[in-house]
Structures are given as structure tokens and as C-alpha cells.
């Protein structure tokens, strides 16, 4: 099944001066993302998202990226949250129906110019980056926790390691941190690349 790619159409938008940047509902994307890497049967199933596959999650494509702190965002997920009121809220909201029929939970926006000219492997590496945003929320014992209805109860979160290169070379490594190291030492599953710099998301937590 090959990778869903952004239209023609929304592209050419992003050529266009003083346009802004265009944003439209990306279904195919979801269900790709739920065919091959959610579901046990996918060609890149990662066990890592299954408290994900009945999660009420939306994917955009943005025209194109944009720049943050000096970077280029490729792409982000949110939780979706109004925090206005009145009249602001209700134009949200009517967006928010008119693009998916209701209001999601969250929402992961990719950048459309990068995604229709990257590789096979930066595509992956982009979507499983943004998927780990969302993350299964824990109790104090660090046990997975449950919605009422017995779903995963899910919440952003970080990278698992924030650490200084300096500490590590001169103190050694956290656990947290050799388990990232234990991971780099072994043969990458899918292929190679660091998407994070390129992570509205991860920006968004330096701000």
C-alpha cells in the first residue's frame, strides 16, 4: 500500500504570493497510518502505538511548512483545545465540524510540500514522530491508565530523554539515556533520520 501523497491542487497553492498557507482534512492518511503502521497486520507495524487504533485522532495537510525559532516546522501533533469563548468558540468548533463532521481529540498537521517530495523512510520517520507525541498517560505506579469506557487514556508528552551531551560524557548515562543509546547501537528497523528539529510539537515545548 503505498504512501498517501498531498494533491496537486493544494500544492500548487503553496507556489502562490500572499495566499498563506492553505490547510485541508487528510482521511487517507489516518486510515494509512492505521492499515500499516497501527494494525498488527501492517508492512511497518510498531507495537509502540497500539493504544492508538481507536483513538480519535485527525490528520491536515498544511500547503507548506513553516518557520519556528529558526526552524522549518514539517510537522505537528495537538491536542485539540479551544481556549476561547462565545462566538470565538463556536467558529472553532464550526470549523472543526465542517472539516472532520465533529471535533477530534487531536489532530497531527503535515507539511504537504515536504511530504510530496521526501523519501519513503523521512515520510515514516515524520508520522511515527508525530504519533509518539500522543502518548497512553500513566499513574503514579507508572501503569497504563483507562478511560471509563476501557479505552487508553491518552495525553501529550515529550521525548523520552532530554539530556545534555556534556552531562552524559562527563557523568555517563542516565537509564533513560542508555536505553537510547542501547537503541542507536542497533540496526535501525525502518531506516535513519532525525525528524525532532523539524517538530512543531517538540517546538512548542522549548517555547
Not at 3 to 17: E, I, V
Not at 72 to 85: D, P
Not at 143 to 169: A, I, N, S, Y
Request: hydrophobic residues 40%.
Amino acid at each position: 500500500m503505498g504512501r498517501p501523497q498531498p494533491s496537486m491542487s493544494l500544492l500548487g497553492l503553496s507556489d502562490l504570493p500572499d495566499t498563506g498557507i492553505h490547510l485541508t482534512p487528510a482521511p487517507e492518511v489516518w486510515e494509512w497510518l492505521q492499515a500499516e503502521i497501527l494494525a498488527d497486520t501492517g508492512s511497518i507495524h510498531n507495537e509502540d502505538h497500539a493504544h492508538l487504533l481507536d483513538a480519535d485522532i485527525r490528520v491536515m495537510w498544511a500547503s507548506s511548512s513553516f518557520e519556528k525559532q529558526g526552524r522549518t516546522v514539517l510537522g505537528q501533533a495537538e491536542q485539540v483545545a479551544f481556549r476561547a469563548g462565545g462566538w470565538q468558540k463556536a467558529r472553532m468548533e464550526q470549523q472543526m465540524r465542517d472539516w472532520f463532521g465533529g471535533v477530534p481529540a487531536y489532530i497531527i498537521t503535515l507539511a504537504a510540500d515536504y511530504c510530496a517530495q521526501c523519501s519513503d523512510t523521512d515520510f515514516c520517520a515524520l508520522v511515527e514522530h508525530e504519533l509518539y507525541h500522543i502518548a497512553q498517560a500513566r499513574d503514579g505506579y507508572g501503569q497504563p491508565k483507562f478511560t471509563q469506557e476501557g479505552l487508553p487514556k491518552l495525553e501529550m508528552r515529550g521525548h523520552d530523554v532530554e539530556e545534555f551531551v556534556g552531562v552524559v560524557r562527563r557523568y555517563g548515562a542516565s537509564p533513560d539515556v542508555q536505553a537510547l543509546v542501547d537503541a542507536a547501537n542497533s540496526p535501525a528497523e525502518v531506516g535513519k533520520l532525525n525528524i525532532a528539529r523539524a517538530c512543531g510539537t517538540c517546538l512548542l515545548k522549548l517555547a
